[in-house]
């Protein structure tokens, strides 16, 4: 019965969302190993980091600007936050303008613990990625050529 079903790519490796999925699959396996001891999970991190490079240039983050620098879904970004405010990593203030909005800052603990998983995330990846050598940076181009060009405006 299953000779039946027919798939467009001859073998599992030549479909590159299969391929896709399973080296995120590895990459995501790894980060969690590391984030763990940090009490973060890969997400709660995506975002602290998300925010971390915002206030660089900005004082008045807000979630939507956290949602739309980690392409991450508006509903989950506000849940994620709830959590991060009750680990006291981040704190909820205000915005001076709109009145709808919450400016959102790392607390001293969250900037701490942010610095510490930027390390250990940071070796991580180049441990992760050191395989593809002199490739790595066709290798970013190509997923940036990805994001720009499937990323919805």
């Not at 490796?13 to 990459?27: A, F, K």
């Not at 980060?31 to 009490?39: N, T």
């Not at 405010?85 to 900037?111: M, N, Q, S, Y």
Request: aromatic share 8%.
């Amino acid at each position: 019965m299953s000779k039946e079903i027919k798939f467009q790519f001859k073998s599992p490796n030549d479909s590159p969302g299969y391929l896709l999925g399973q080296v995120t699959l590895l990459w995501q396996r790894k980060q969690k190993r590391v984030l763990d001891p940090l009490h973060l999970t890969h997400t709660q991190f995506v975002l602290l980091a998300a925010l971390g490079w915002l206030s660089k240039k900005n004082d008045t983050v807000t979630q939507v600007d956290i949602a739309n620098q980690s392409n991450s879904d508006r509903m989950m970004v506000s849940k994620v936050l709830r959590t991060l405010e009750k680990k006291e990593f981040i704190a909820r203030h205000e915005h001076p303008v709109d009145t709808r909005a919450k400016v959102i800052k790392l607390t001293p603990e969250g900037a701490m613990v942010l610095q510490k998983a930027l390390k250990i995330i940071e070796d991580t990846d180049k441990e992760f990625f050191s395989c593809l050598g002199d490739h790595l940076s066709l290798f970013n181009e190509n997923m940036v050529y990805l994001i720009k060009e499937n990323k919805e405006g």
